[in-house]
Nanobody
Framework: QVQLVESGGGLVQAGGSLRLSCAAS????????VGWYRQAPGKQRELVAA???????NYVDSVKDRFTISRDNAKNTVYLQMNSLKPEDTAIYYC??????????????WGQGTQVTVSS
């Protein structure tokens, strides 16, 4: 069974940094696009950053030049380096991936989420 597990969240002061990790485990043939989403209280979940299998990336405007998404295909892990954090970055961050398992069509997977809290 394929699972996504996020880690690296926590409490940080404004201006600080955190690095989130999203590790995929199980019987995996390949991982296509991986995205980091976030959801703040009372707000809709939004896509923060995504990285495709070829390495191309995209970011929501509010995090450009502060966040960097990367992937280590050998470890089936995607990272989100978050610098210059702001209180408005406070949210639960979720990892989403489109994953191919052997003998099965691609399927969507979500992690359980990791809390990021930025204090002013």
């Amino acid at each position: 069974q394929v699972q996504l597990v996020e880690s690296g969240g926590g409490l940080v002061q404004a201006g600080g940094s955190l690095r989130l990790s999203c590790a995929a485990s199980g019987r995996i043939l390949s991982i296509n696009t991986v995205g980091w989403y976030r959801q703040a209280p009372g707000k809709q979940r939004e896509l923060v950053a995504a990285i495709r299998s070829g390495g191309s990336t995209n970011y929501v405007d509010s995090v450009k030049d502060r966040f960097t998404i990367s992937r280590d295909n050998a470890k089936n892990t995607v990272y989100l380096q978050m610098n210059s954090l702001k209180p408005e970055d406070t949210a639960i961050y979720y990892c989403h991936a489109l994953i191919y398992a052997p003998g099965r069509p691609a399927n969507d997977y979500w992690g359980q989420g990791t809390q990021v809290t930025v204090s002013s």
